[in-house]
Nanobody, 125 residues
């Protein structure tokens, strides 16, 4: 069974940075497209970043381009998300997810197969 565990969330001041990690166990990590999402209460889960199985392709929505960086280490079954210039409006729970390579066609949450339980990021003003 594939399990994903996020870490690295916490409290940061506006303009600060955080580094989130996601460790994956079970399955073949390098075969999965990986992604980060976030979801605020009462809102839909929002796509934040994507990376292909070997790490050669990444994609970000306009809302985070230039401020967030996704990376993976297939030898360590780990994915990270570097977040810079954080603002209070992005305070929410961040989730990592794993899915098939076809997920790169849509970046939609329902295209992912496995999810972590999330890590809370709080940005104070």
């Amino acid at each position: 069974q594939v399990q994903l565990v996020e870490s690295g969330g916490g409290l940061v001041q506006a303009g600060g940075s955080l580094r989130l990690s996601c460790v994956v166990s079970g399955g073949t990590f390098s075969s999965y497209a990986m992604g980060w999402f976030r979801q605020a209460p009462g809102k839909e889960r929002e796509f934040v970043a994507a990376i292909s199985g070997k790490g050669g392709n990444t994609y970000y929505p306009d809302s985070v381009t230039g401020r967030f960086t996704i990376a993976r280490d297939n030898a360590k079954n780990t994915m990270v998300l570097e977040m810079n210039s954080l603002q209070p409006e992005v305070t929410t729970v961040y989730y990592c997810a794993a899915g098939p390579v076809t997920w790169f066609l849509s970046f939609k949450p329902d295209g992912m197969d496995f999810w972590g339980k999330g890590t809370l990021v709080t940005v104070s003003s």
